[in-house]
């Protein structure tokens, strides 16, 4: 059973940065991606970023773009989302999720179609 473990989350001033990690145990195989996903109060969860550790592509969503940079640690089994010139507006609980043997693009996914999540980790930005 693939277990994902979310950390690095807390409180930021806007401008600010942190670092989220997302640590995958129970994975067997190499063919698989990692998106990061948030969700804020009243509103729907959205993709963030996701990396595919078959061939290390990365995407990101266009609010993040420039901002956040998705990393991984394959020796560790980590991924990891460095959040730079955080916003108010990226105060959400964040998510990290694992779709198994991706086809496409990781970024074509939705939510829904990802096979495993984590328990999440709060980022709150203060203006």
């Known amino acids: 059973e693939v277990q994902l473990v979310e950390s690095g989350g807390g409180l930021v001033q806007a401008g600010g940065s942190l670092r989220l990690s997302c640590a995958a145990s129970?994975?067997?195989?190499?063919?698989?991606?990692i998106g990061w996903f948030r969700q804020a109060p009243g509103k729907e969860r959205e993709g963030v970023s996701c990396f595919s550790r078959s061939d290390g592509d990365t995407r990101y969503a266009e609010s993040v773009r420039g901002r956040f940079t998705i990393s991984s640690d394959n020796a560790k089994n980590t991924v990891y989302l460095q959040m730079n010139s955080l916003k108010p507006e990226d105060t959400a609980l964040y998510y990290c999720a694992v779709k198994y043997h991706p086809y496409y693009y990781c970024s074509e996914y939705g939510s829904r179609e990802y096979d495993g999540w984590g328990q999440g980790t709060q980022v709150t930005v203060s203006s």
């Open positions: 129970g994975l067997t195989f190499d063919d698989y991606a």
